[in-house]
């Protein structure tokens, strides 16, 4: 079965405490992408990777981070440095060089208490 | 130069209706524009795209009208049906060799009514 999951769908976390989010994709898309999501507010690009082992900052970067050991995998940690972590959290991957298309996961939803 | 502005916020329309939602871009190396559903609690899912060496693209009820003169581009629904009901997103980015960003709109509830 073919797709992007990301795990898990809810996550709860106590202000200071770092956590994880997953993304894993069987597409075999080169490229991947982490965007944030708030009411009003449309998508934000956090970071994204076109290649393994390579990774850039998006427009939110701030309190993030992310590492592409493999083609399917890129996972998303969310630092106690983020000021304003509660958010939906959307994890999206792209075939690669030539091809435009974005394709989204279901999201993980985060609440920090 | 980097942002894409989406009008209205909300729409109501009732069944059979025609949806219309606006977007506008600045950044003229934009040259893909596709459109997003999404459903609460979901991920977006791709809709329709369209590159600016056409004007109109249609799939099925879905149409995007582009004008590159003007830098903006608008997505139609024909016939609106209940099921339709869910937030759509514009979005712009860059040709493919490169990262192809997405920048996106802010959003567009739709509501279809009976």
């Known amino acids: 079965d073919g797709g992007i999951t990301q795990s898990p769908k809810y996550l709860f976390r106590k202000e200071g405490q770092n956590v994880t989010l997953s993304c894993e994709q069987n597409l075999n898309h080169d490229a991947m992408y982490w965007y944030r999501q708030d009411p009003g507010q449309g998508l934000r690009l956090i970071y994204y990777s076109q290649i393994v082992n390579d990774f850039q900052k998006g427009d939110i970067a701030e309190g993030y981070s992310v590492s592409r050991e493999k083609k399917e995998s890129f996972p998303l940690t969310v630092t106690s440095a983020q000021k304003n972590p509660t958010a939906f959290y959307l994890c999206?991957?792209?075939?690669?060089?030539?091809?435009?298309?974005?394709?989204f996961g279901p999201g993980t939803r985060l609440t920090v208490l | 130069q980097q942002q894409v502005k989406q009008s209205p916020q909300s729409l109501i329309v009732q069944k059979g209706g025609i949806s219309i939602i606006n977007c506008a871009y600045e950044?003229?190396?934009?040259?893909?524009f596709p459109w997003y559903q999404q459903f609460p609690g979901k991920g977006p899912a791709l809709l329709i795209a369209i590159r600016p060496d056409v004007s109109e693209k249609k799939e099925g009820r879905f149409t995007i009208s582009f004008n590159k003169s003007a830098k903006q581009f608008s997505l139609h629904i024909m016939d609106s049906q209940p099921g339709d009901s869910a937030t759509y997103f514009c979005a712009a980015s860059r040709r493919a060799g490169t990262a192809s960003k997405l920048t996106f709109g802010t959003g567009t509830r739709l509501q279809v009514t009976l």
């Open positions: 999206a991957t792209r075939l690669g060089t030539g091809y435009n298309e974005q394709f």
């Open positions: 950044n003229t190396a934009f040259d893909y």
